[in-house]
Nanobody, 127 residues
Framework: QVQLVESGGGLVQAGGSVRLSCVASGRTFSRNAMVWFRQASGKEREFVAAISWSGSSTYYADSVKGRFTISRDNARNTVYLQMISLKPEDTAVYYC????????????????????WGKGTLVTVSS
């Protein structure tokens, strides 16, 4: 079972940037695609970005494309989400999750496509 711990959230002004980290432990991390989701207050959890097991492929929701960058360091068991040009609508709790399958990456993930979740980190973007 993969255990995931997110960090890096906080309060940032619109137009600012934040880098989130997600450290994984437990079973092998380097063979699984990793995914970032977010959930704004009163809304459903939504897909943000995914990265393949090797880091060679990345996929983004249209709402964040060009502003967010997902990356990973398998030696450190860590996946990152660099967010720039933040908008108030980016305010949410951000979660990382692992695809339970190995060596497979989807272009888009639903919540039930993953089975390992962190507790999330809150990003608040003020206008």
């Amino acid at each position: 079972q993969v255990q995931l711990v997110e960090s890096g959230g906080g309060l940032v002004q619109a137009g600012g940037s934040v880098r989130l980290s997600c450290v994984a432990s437990g079973r092998t991390f380097s063979r699984n695609a990793m995914v970032w989701f977010r959930q704004a207050s009163g809304k459903e959890r939504e897909f943000v970005a995914a990265i393949s097991w090797s880091g060679s492929s990345t996929y983004y929701a249209d709402s964040v494309k060009g502003r967010f960058t997902i990356s990973r360091d398998n030696a450190r068991n860590t996946v990152y989400l660099q967010m720039i040009s933040l908008k108030p609508e980016d305010t949410a709790v951000y979660y990382c999750a692992a695809d339970p399958r190995t060596f497979i990456t989807k272009h888009y993930y639903r919540s039930n496509d993953v089975d390992n979740w962190g507790k999330g980190t809150l990003v608040t973007v003020s206008s």
